[in-house]
């Protein structure tokens, strides 16, 4: 019986990491083992209050990072632990509900019936009134379309959201890479994609709905926007 994890990275996620358990709960799939792990990066907000009363809950296990890792490092911590504990499968999910982890489902269909696949990416752009319906800003949207546009030009590829953060990775595929030479960064996922694409790893696209509640600093974008471009245009030249 094939065995997944679903990994929650969560960061002062105190009023958003219970409602993304609790749908996690819902999740029924057969023939598969599940499990839980939350890996707070060292939150500051009391996160941990609500971890430490879940934490003796069947299926679930706990990782609190003494230090801030980044949210690419804490996303290494939670690879390295499915790896280790030979689990077939991982599930990214993010603390502050953006993403629904009920998508499990459909992403596992597509993984199997693509027997090469080395990861099941979410798309929030497949459908854009989703986006607009799920309160994403338009300036985001718009961002995502441009520099996904850079991403497929310089990659050869036909994505549609380059920037997600909600991944079902095939594990056998990814101990190959050496993901731990990533960044710890926001950027992780883009750094991840451009390697195991490089590496001629099969990566798909699966339609998602998504949520938005406060917006970040427009500073942080901007850095992320750097880094991104950076990362392929870095990707071009080692070519």
Known sequence: ????????????????????????????????????????????????????????????????????????????????????????????????????????????????????????????????????KGGMPFYKIFGNMILTKIFNLVMKTNFTDAHSGQWLLNLKKIKKIKFKKLSNYHNFDNQLRITLLKKKNLVLEAPIKTKYFLNEPTKFHFIYAVRFLLDVLSSYFKK
Not at 52 to 78: A, F, P, S, T, W
């Open 1 to 132: 019986m094939k065995r997944i994890l679903i990994f929650v990275i969560s960061y002062n996620s105190s009023t958003k990491l219970p409602k993304v358990i609790n749908k996690i709960k819902k999740i029924k799939i057969n023939n598969l083992k599940l499990k839980v792990l939350i890996s707070d990066d060292n939150s500051v907000d009391g996160t941990n209050k609500y971890i430490n009363k879940i934490k003796k809950q069947k299926n679930i296990l706990i990782n609190i990072n003494k230090k801030r890792l980044g949210e690419g490092g804490n996303i290494k911590v939670c690879l390295d632990f499915a790896i280790k504990n030979k689990f077939d499968f991982a599930l990214m999910i993010h603390g502050d509900d953006q993403y629904d982890p009920r998508v499990l489902n459909k992403f596992y269909k597509i993984m199997v019936n693509n027997g090469n696949c080395a990861a099941v990416v979410g798309s929030r752009m497949a459908n854009k009134k989703n986006a607009f």
